[in-house]
């Protein structure tokens, strides 16, 4: 019993080890005062879709930061929609949600 329990731990701290070395590679530590700085309103917007594209075409392209800034920013402005808002995005998918599950 107590082996299975153990077998369960490893393979569960195994997953969200992986899951979030993962978002590390992508998404490497920025700061986003920064960039929150630099951009605002649409020009922030493009940017960031235009992050989410670039990375989502092809597996293991890395973020360039603004990515999450936005959506943290979106987050504090639009709690109820900014997961599912898509931005403007090519393909209508939603950047922040599918910033959370990269």
């Known amino acids: 019993m107590i082996s ?18 993962k978002v590390a590679s992508v998404f490497p530590p920025v700061d986003c005062n920064g960039i929150t700085e630099l951009f605002s309103g649409d020009q922030f917007r493009a940017y960031a879709v235009d992050d989410y594209e ?33 931005y403007g995005s090519k393909d209508e998918s939603p950047i922040c949600g599918e910033f959370t599950t990269l």
Request: glycine share 4%; proline share 2%; with cysteine.
């Open 54 to 86: 670039y990375i989502t075409e092809k597996s293991g392209r890395r973020s360039s930061g603004i990515l999450p800034c936005f959506c943290h920013e979106e987050a504090k402005i639009d709690t109820a929609n900014y997961m599912t808002n898509a």
């Open 4 to 21: 299975l329990f153990l077998a369960i731990s490893f393979i569960t701290i195994f997953k969200i080890s992986t899951y979030s070395a």
